[in-house]
């Protein structure tokens, strides 16, 4: 639809807000959720997701970190296992503290490193694999395919710009990849060059500012 912007420029309806990105639990539930990996399970025991291998021995801590699979992987970012002196990086990358010492409130920073997260963490590959792989199932074609990604994370429809540049990636990494049938495997699972590139235009639209930043 219209935004709210264009509608009512001057606030008189008093019906949006300021523009607010998305806190670090809030990322990753969302990408899940748009992906269909989500498990809404309610309670339970807390969950471990992947870290980077040797974090926690590093940190002084005992035993082995061993990251939870299957379904417990996919649980929302409130059952997730933190201990303060190893905190989880892909949340403390944004705007998660420590709990070492009280935060009442979260900052916003803006840092290339969230971008770097989201484009290479384990956890929002797996996601954008996932959305490429649903909007395929459930879309016929690159624009419906990319519209449909872009709706699922970003709650709107691409702008003639957004889905030219989409469009844009998707020929010229299908074009890579069928080349490179090992870098397809090793995203998607399959030499699939058109998933693939589907995948990696998934990536990008879930480190962008339509699906960070809620407005």
């Known amino acids: 639809g219209t935004p709210k912007r264009s ?6 309806l008093l019906s949006r807000g300021p523009s607010v990105r998305m806190s670090a ?15 809404e399970k309610l309670g339970g025991p807390s969950v ?16 082995h970190y ?31 503290g420590t709990r070492e010492a009280c935060m009442p409130r ?6 290339p490193l969230q971008a770097l997260a ?4 384990p956890v929002f590959v797996e996601c954008a694999r996932a959305l490429a792989a649903r909007a395929a199932r459930e879309a016929e074609g690159r624009s419906a395919r990319v519209e449909r990604a872009f709706e699922l994370l970003c709650t709107r429809k691409p702008t003639d710009e957004e889905s030219e540049a989409l469009l844009a990636l998707i020929e010229s990494e299908s074009g890579r990849f069928s080349a490179d049938v090992d870098a397809a495997h090793a995203l998607v699972g399959s ?9 990696l235009a998934c990536s990008t639209i879930l480190a962008s500012d339509g699906a960070m930043v809620i407005r």
């Open 7 to 12: 509608i009512d420029p001057d606030y008189e």
């Open 25 to 39: 639990e809030m990322l990753r539930d969302s990408a899940l959720a748009a992906s269909g990996l989500l498990v």
């Open 48 to 63: 471990r997701p992947w870290q980077p291998e040797g974090l926690w021995s590093e940190a002084g801590q005992g035993g």
């Open 66 to 96: 061993q990251p939870d699979s299957g379904d417990d992987a996919h649980r929302r970012s409130l059952y997730t296992f933190r201990k303060r002196t190893v905190p989880v990086p892909d949340m403390r990358v944004f705007d998660a």
């Open 106 to 111: 979260r900052g916003a920073p803006h840092t």
């Open 118 to 121: 989201i484009l290479n963490d």
């Open 191 to 199: 030499s699939d060059a058109e998933l693939a590139a589907l995948a």
